[in-house]
């Protein structure tokens, strides 16, 4: 049997009355290729996000640290820290171009290819990283290099989330699509994890020999994850939506005319709905750590240490986040989040601010572990929802690579312009994350509500006449467990 003839799209999951044994809801277990492929999947998935944001963290902690030293050594250090910090910017600038490059190839190819396509992209573009000269050694050709491939990262980074929640949300049982999209954004907290720890043990390492060499290492390192999810991939199966869609020969020709035309509605909700989730991860993941040690004077290892135990809860609030979306809705839960991080915003900037290790780690951990992650664990499956099936890649890469350059890309670099103008003070810090969580909260307020969408659907969310699972489902058989 083909996916697309085992996977029947729809929300209802409920055995009617009377009726009989053959028209009973089929569940996962019942069908062993079926819950293969969608461990498959979930597994492929993971493996992309543990690298994209292997790559992106380090890169971020590098930026916040070492690279300063590295590519600007003629600058002064707070200088050297801006111009760190525009680098990193640079490759969110990227991401939207390979949004809407890889996203219309994702929506005529199939999802499977582009990820193919974008892990070699992204993981080469950071092992390569590993191999470039420094300013002391080439002088301005250090840091072109440098913005060359953090471009080159950004492009292929700005399909790589997009296909792996589009993928998962296509490939998951609709009554528990909450649960099963958020599984691979675990991989995001994996790599997180990996990027903050061994950020911190470089922190124990003399900054001579750091300097030196150590520092290639881990971006040297991105070759085995690389080829790691290149072997997963090869194995996993194309989305069952997009099979379908391609056999009934409706493969949209122009996925982002389509998107242009009838879908920028759901686009600016899925923008609106990122401000905060993407904002408050960036900005505590770069920002946070790089005032809590250029300013206030902790460790340099006490950031990363914070972040890795950020990303540990948020191993645990990210599957939970969504599957309590699928019990109480996304948008109630992703409030809650918003509403949460809004609440946070001025005490933890105030607590980091006192320069207590033990403080340092615990709000930074709170903050990213908790108030970001359950906003992210309801966004993996709400963003793909709202889209039509034949725009679905496009859309998703869309809503988040724009926002990725309006909330996080430039966040550090505003960061760090408005320390060194207002003489370090953390209070605008704390309103620039207060603006960006009222955002997202106000979102949510005018998106619908998109638990257990068909995503066989052609049009978006916000085309249906009555927002809400009772308006949205087909009341076909479904896949209710795995």
């Keep these: 049997m083909s996916p697309?003839?085992?996977?029947?799209?729809?929300a209802d999951s409920k055995m009617?009355?009377?009726?009989?044994?053959?028209?009973?809801?089929?569940?996962?277990?019942?069908?062993?290729e079926y819950a293969a492929n969608l461990k498959r999947a979930t597994l492929a998935s993971s493996i992309g996000s543990a690298l994209e944001y292997y790559d992106f963290a380090l890169y971020g902690l590098a930026s916040a640290l070492i690279f300063g030293e590295l590519f600007f050594p003629a600058m002064g250090a707070s200088a050297a820290l801006?111009?760190?910090?525009?680098?990193?910017a640079v490759g969110f600038l990227a991401r939207p171009v390979g949004g809407l490059f890889f996203g219309a190839l994702g929506d005529r190819l199939g999802r499977k290819a582009v990820l193919m396509i974008t892990i070699a992209i992204m993981g080469g573009a950071s092992t390569l990283i590993g191999v470039l000269p420094t300013g002391a050694q080439v002088g301005i050709w250090a840091p072109i290099m440098l913005v060359a491939l953090r471009l080159l990262q950004g492009f292929g980074a700005g399909a790589e989330q997009a296909g792996a929640t589009t993928l998962m949300a296509e490939y998951s049982p609709t009554p528990r699509r909450g649960f099963f999209s958020a599984l691979p954004f675990v991989g995001i907290m994996v790599g997180t994890l990996m990027?903050?720890?061994?950020?911190?043990?470089?922190?124990?390492?003399?900054r001579e020999l750091l300097l030196d060499?150590?520092?290639?290492?881990?971006?040297?390192?991105?070759?085995?994850?690389?080829?790691v999810a290149v072997f997963i991939r090869l194995r996993m199966q194309e989305s069952p939506t997009f099979i379908k869609l391609e056999k009934q020969d409706q493969i949209s020709e122009s996925p982002f005319r389509e998107l242009i035309g009838s879908s920028m509605p759901s686009v600016l909700r899925g923008i609106g709905l990122r401000m905060a989730e993407n904002g408050g991860s960036y900005i505590f993941q770069t920002l946070?750590?790089?005032?809590?040690?250029?300013?206030?004077?902790?460790?340099?290892?006490?950031?990363?240490?914070?972040?890795?135990?950020?990303?540990?809860?948020?191993?645990?609030?990210?599957?939970?986040?969504?599957?309590?979306?699928?019990?109480?809705?996304?948008?109630?839960?992703?409030?809650?989040g918003a509403a949460l991080q809004l609440v946070l915003a001025v005490p933890s900037w105030w607590l980091l601010s006192l320069g207590n290790p033990v403080?340092?780690?615990a709000t930074l951990a709170v903050s990213y572990g908790i108030g970001v992650n359950v906003m992210l664990g309801a966004q993996c499956a709400a963003l793909p929802e709202l889209f039509g099936n034949r725009h679905r890649y496009i859309g998703v890469a869309v809503a988040r690579e724009t926002s990725a350059i309006l909330a996080g890309g430039i966040a550090p670099f505003v960061g760090a312009l408005l320390l060194s103008l207002l003489n370090n003070s953390w209070v605008p810090l704390a309103i620039y994350?207060?603006?960006?969580?009222?955002?997202?909260?106000?979102?949510?307020?005018?998106?619908?509500?998109?638990?257990g969408r068909d995503l066989g659907l052609a049009w978006d969310a916000m085309a249906d006449p009555v927002h809400g699972p009772d308006a949205v489902t087909t009341g076909s058989k479904d896949r209710v467990d795995a």
Excluded: N
């Design 4 to 10: 697309e003839s085992k996977i029947q799209v729809g």
């Design 16 to 32: 009617p009355e009377g009726s009989s044994e053959s028209t009973r809801p089929v569940r996962a277990s019942d069908d062993p």
């Design 82 to 88: 801006m111009a760190s910090f525009g680098t990193y």
């Design 195 to 206: 990027a903050s720890g061994v950020f911190t043990i470089l922190g124990q390492i003399d």
């Design 213 to 227: 060499w150590v520092w290639r290492v881990p971006f040297l390192a991105s070759v085995f994850l690389i080829a």
């Design 288 to 336: 946070g750590i790089s005032y809590v040690t250029t300013v206030v004077g902790v460790s340099k290892s006490i950031g990363p240490l914070a972040i890795a135990c950020g990303a540990a809860i948020g191993m645990l609030v990210i599957p939970i986040s969504g599957a309590l979306s699928d019990r109480f809705g996304r948008m109630r839960v992703y409030r809650f």
């Design 359 to 361: 403080l340092v780690v």
């Design 433 to 451: 994350v207060l603006v960006l969580s009222v955002i997202t909260f106000a979102t949510t307020f005018v998106t619908p509500e998109t638990r």
